[in-house]
């Protein structure tokens, strides 16, 4: 059995992505950097420890952006990218590893068949980098820009992370290199040559870009959207009877009237259509299958909890929320002057943007059960982005 590790340099302070924070820490569709390639590396089933280098100043946005992943503490950094990597490996020197990978957290669409081909690799060869063909024309020039010469593209190759080694190979290379004052390679390949390692290549990913100015945040980020092209709409229809009284609550909000909804649980009929919507966007049931209503642990429950439910439903599938569409249908009380505290809970609720939530209402013209005031029934629509997959 080989035991595989990935140390994961996230020490860099990214200023040419023009912001404040470091690159790593910033989102694209909502997770960042780090997080991304973390979780990647986490849910691998070859490597099985993850030791992440982070900048010492950097430890608070670290535990953020890491809280709930299982991976190893994290260590500091030094000056250089070398020095970081060095720092990675040293950390983990005792535990006895076969193979190491080395990845950048700037490169967050590395897909877990690189990492496995990485691996594969590096078994095979003790050093082994991804690397893809140059499809450009590529020149040298001189100061001024003129050019020199024209290079051979056959023989140039676009490399990236994760690259993989024999952990003892690479952990030697690197205290040779601090014992011998050189601290200038920008890839751990760079040190394996200058060690007399044989370095060999396998086939990389043109999506496995590495995000370095804010172009390329824009680009991530269409990628990330364009991803989740699986777009679905569900509807949800909730009713429920007046009885006895002082409130209604309507979409979380508490609302005066001289009777109250009658429910198992707060009788929320608003947040009941929502999550109807929700669950038949995602094709999951409804919500009475998944908090019977005969089941004493949802009594007098707050609905907030069944909305919850839903919304992180739509996260474990990868998804996001585009839209969510309600409507109240009730004579009284009035809609109007609670809609924008309605759909201000509703869009922090599920942590998206106002405009994101309509929130409409309207009377039966006193026709039928909600015309004769017996009740008030909602209507949901929810619109829903997952990740599209042919499975
Ligand atoms: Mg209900």
Do not use: C, M, V, Y
């Given at each position: 059995m080989v035991s595989v590790a990935a140390v994961i340099v996230a020490a860099g302070r990214g200023v040419r992505a023009g912001n404040d924070m470091p690159k790593q820490f910033r989102p694209i569709g909502g997770q960042s950097l780090l997080r991304r390639a973390l979780v990647m590396l986490v849910e691998h089933p070859e490597v099985e420890l993850i030791q992440p280098v982070v900048r010492s100043e950097d430890i608070e946005l670290y535990r953020e952006h890491s809280v709930r992943l299982d991976v190893l503490p994290p260590v500091f950094g030094g000056a250089t990218r070398q020095a970081s990597v060095h720092a990675g490996l040293e950390a983990i020197a005792?535990?006895?590893?076969?193979i190491v990978l080395i990845h950048d957290a700037a490169r967050p669409f590395a897909s877990a068949s690189l990492v496995s081909r990485a691996i594969a690799a590096a078994k095979k060869s003790g050093a082994a980098i991804p690397a893809l063909p140059v499809t450009d024309t590529v020149k040298t020039v001189d100061a001024a820009g003129i050019v020199g010469t024209t290079l051979d593209r056959k023989s140039l190759r676009l490399v990236q992370t994760p690259q993989g080694f024999t952990f003892t190979a690479l952990l030697d290379a690197h205290r040779r290199a601090a014992v011998q004052g050189?601290?200038?390679?920008?890839?751990d390949a760079a040190l394996a040559e200058w060690a007399g390692l044989k370095v060999s290549t396998f086939v990389g990913e043109s999506s496995n870009i590495k995000i370095t100015d804010e172009g390329d945040f824009a680009r991530a980020e269409a990628l990330v959207l364009a991803a989740l092209g699986d777009v679905r709409t569900g509807t949800g229809i909730d009713v429920h009877a007046f009885g006895p009284g002082d409130h209604v609550t309507l979409g979380g909000i508490h609302i005066p009237h001289d009777r109250s909804l009658v429910g198992?649980?707060?009788?929320d009929v608003a947040l009941h259509a929502l999550v109807d919507a929700i669950l038949g966007a995602l094709a999951e049931g409804d919500i009475g299958a998944h908090f019977?209503?005969?089941?004493?642990?949802?009594?007098?429950?707050?609905?907030a909890r069944f909305l919850d439910f839903a919304l992180q439903r739509v996260k474990a599938r990868g998804g996001r929320i585009a839209h969510l569409d309600l409507t109240i249908v009730c004579e009284?009380?009035?809609?109007g002057p609670h809609r924008d505290a309605l759909r201000g809970h509703i869009a922090k609720r599920a942590s998206i943007a106002l405009d994101r939530v309509a929130v409409k209402a309207t009377t039966s013209?006193?026709?039928?059960f909600t015309g004769r005031g017996e009740g008030i029934a909602a209507y949901a629509t929810a619109t829903i982005r997952l990740p599209w997959s042919e499975a």
């Open positions: 005792e535990r006895k590893l076969d050189r601290e200038d390679f920008t890839d198992h649980s707060d009788a019977p209503p005969n089941d004493p642990q949802w009594r007098n429950a707050p609905s009284a009380p009035k809609i013209e006193k026709l039928g």
